[in-house]
């Protein structure tokens, strides 16, 4: 499985940007897609995830109300609209598929097998 990340770039406090993850490959029912974010000398963080099979969705408590992922599974493709962005969300934002998820093992990077190159936001105060 391939993921190809797109949508970064560098805007002000306050806008929007919405980001694409394009899995090349199966996604299974079971699965998840989740998104995580990773500025230098720090962990990757967890932002939110999405359940293949029936949407669900979870986030990051610092970025509810403001991001929504969603997925369009034709296209196999999930989206991470991202509102009101604030400079401290400035990090390279991955996406990344896990095979079987459910709901306690959804913010831990190490169950997701497959990573995307990751794609900069920049956030200007």
């Known amino acids: 499985v391939a993921v190809e990340e797109s949508g970064g770039g560098l805007v002000q406090a306050g806008s929007s940007l919405r980001l694409s993850c394009e899995v090349f490959?199966?996604?299974?029912?079971?699965?998840?897609v989740g998104w995580f974010r990773q500025v230098p000398g720090k962990e990757r963080e967890f932002v939110a995830a999405i359940m293949w099979s029936d949407r669900s969705t979870y986030y990051t408590d610092s970025v509810q109300g403001r991001f929504s992922i969603s997925r369009d599974k034709a296209k196999n493709t999930v989206y991470l609209q991202m509102n009101s962005l604030k400079p401290e969300g400035t990090a390279v934002y991955y996406c990344?598929?896990?095979?079987?998820?459910?709901?306690?093992?959804?913010?831990?990077?190490?169950?997701?097998?497959?990573w995307g190159q990751g794609t900069q936001v920049t956030v200007s105060s």
């Open positions: 990344a598929v896990d095979d079987w998820s459910e709901t306690d093992r959804m913010s831990a990077p190490r169950w997701y097998g497959d």
């Open positions: 490959g199966r996604i299974f029912n079971s699965g998840a």
